[in-house]
Nanobody
Framework: QVQLVESGGGLVQAGGSLRLSCAVS????????VGWFRQAPGKEREFVSG????????YYIDSVKGRFTISRDNAKNTVYLQMNSLKPEDTAVYVC?????????????????RGQGTQVTVSS
């Protein structure tokens, strides 16, 4: 059974930074593509960033390009989302997800494994 556990969320002022971590356990992590989703109150869930299983392909939603960086450490079975220059509109619950597909789908339900989420709150 694959499990994903996020950490690193919290309250930060606008312009600040946070690094989210997603620890993956249960199977060989390097064989998974991973993605980060977020959902703010009253809004639809959106695909924020993704990383292919080989690490050669990355995706970012336009609103976070240049501010967020996704990375993975296969030795630690962990994927990260470095978030800089945070804005109040980045406030949401962030969820990591993993799939055995080589590339990262943008649909939340196409990921076989999903975490519980971590809250990120950016104050103005």
């Amino acid at each position: 059974q694959v499990q994903l556990v996020e950490s690193g969320g919290g309250l930060v002022q606008a312009g600040g930074s946070l690094r989210l971590s997603c620890a993956v356990s249960g199977r060989t992590f390097s064989n998974y593509a991973v993605g980060w989703f977020r959902q703010a109150p009253g809004k639809e869930r959106e695909f924020v960033s993704g990383l292919s299983w080989g690490g050669g392909s990355r995706y970012y939603i336009d609103s976070v390009k240049g501010r967020f960086t996704i990375s993975r450490d296969n030795a630690k079975n962990t994927v990260y989302l470095q978030m800089n220059s945070l804005k109040p509109e980045d406030t949401a619950v962030y969820v990591c997800a993993a799939t055995i597909r080589a590339t990262m789908p943008q649909s939340y339900w196409e990921y076989e494994y999903r975490g519980q989420g971590t809250q990120v709150t950016v104050s103005s």
